[in-house]
């Protein structure tokens, strides 16, 4: 590929990483306002049901016999239980605390993953990178303010969706030596979708709400966008590359939480969520320089 071809593919990398951000904002938007009424329970099998038609009409029609190519099905269903039970915990997080709040708090995942790679997989991770990892954690102290007069419990789920998420990233990283990714995005997809759906005579109301319906509907199909702008940006540029713009999302959701609930972030909040998008963007940096300078 000549270096006017690689400019223009990461480029289009980085309009597909910025564009799936604000997608996966509009999400958790729709979310917020969802749950605030309908069980936490019966939106996550709207959203994962129409996310699960969406990619199987994609993956189905390319893909073929790969989806079914399964070398480890019981990881992968592993996998796909961690996703749910981390957007369960997102919607039960987004019920009670502010959009920006969630988003940031959110946007630790990769610092926790560092520290994991650090202490679990015994990675070299250099003094650089753990000033960011000390950094992002500093910052969602500032979010939540522990001891503070604004704190409730609710602002602790947040920590347990990234705990959820860790799991399932991790889990990815080892499945994808081994697994086709079809097969890893298809099962995960339906893992959720049959496992919400059991859970749904015990959530299941009664929705009158057109507008209500039309949200439920919003954020299956700004996941199923979203993941899938995903793809394609990284099929275009590494991750190093891309996880630099994927703190676009937190611009978004506080853009989205002004627009929609009126609410924005109190000076302590803006300051975590300015120390969190510094020191995540700061590790995806230092990690590109480390993949640069790799053999």
Request: proline share 3%; with cysteine; net charge positive.
């Amino acid at each position: 590929m000549s270096a006017t071809q690689q400019r223009a593919a990461t480029l289009a990398a980085i309009a597909f990483a910025v564009t799936a951000c604000g997608l996966f904002a509009a999400m958790d938007t729709a979310a917020k306002y969802v749950v605030q009424t309908v069980p936490v329970l019966m939106a996550l099998c709207v959203r994962y049901v129409l996310q699960a038609l969406l990619s199987s009409a994609w993956l189905l029609p390319r893909h073929r016999s790969q989806v079914w190519q399964m070398r480890q099905p019981g990881l992968l269903v592993l996998r796909g239980l961690l996703l749910m039970a981390s957007t369960i915990l997102a919607m039960f997080s987004l019920r009670l605390i502010a959009l920006a709040d969630f988003a940031a708090i959110m946007m630790i995942t990769p610092v926790v993953v560092t520290v994991l790679s650090a202490t679990l997989l015994h990675e070299h991770v250099g003094r650089w990178r753990w000033v960011c990892v000390v950094t992002g954690f500093a910052g969602t102290l500032f979010i939540i303010q522990p001891g503070g007069s604004n704190f409730s419990w609710a602002t602790l789920l947040p920590l347990s969706c990234v705990a959820a998420t860790t799991g399932y990233q991790l889990l990815s990283g080892h499945l994808g030596r081994t697994e086709q990714p079809a097969a890893v995005h298809f099962s995960s997809m339906w893992v959720g979708a049959i496992a919400s759906c059991l859970l749904l005579p015990w959530s299941w109301t009664t929705v009158h709400s057109g507008v209500l319906w039309a949200s439920m509907l919003a954020m299956g199909l700004f996941g199923a966008l979203g993941h899938f702008l995903l793809t394609l940006a990284y099929q275009r540029a590494s991750a190093s590359v891309v996880a630099l713009y994927t703190y676009s999302q937190v611009g978004f959701a506080v853009l989205l939480g002004w627009l929609v609930f009126a609410a924005l972030p109190g000076a302590w909040s803006f300051a975590g969520i300015a120390l969190i998008v510094l020191s995540g963007i700061a590790n995806g940096w230092l990690l590109r320089l480390r993949t640069r300078a790799a053999p």
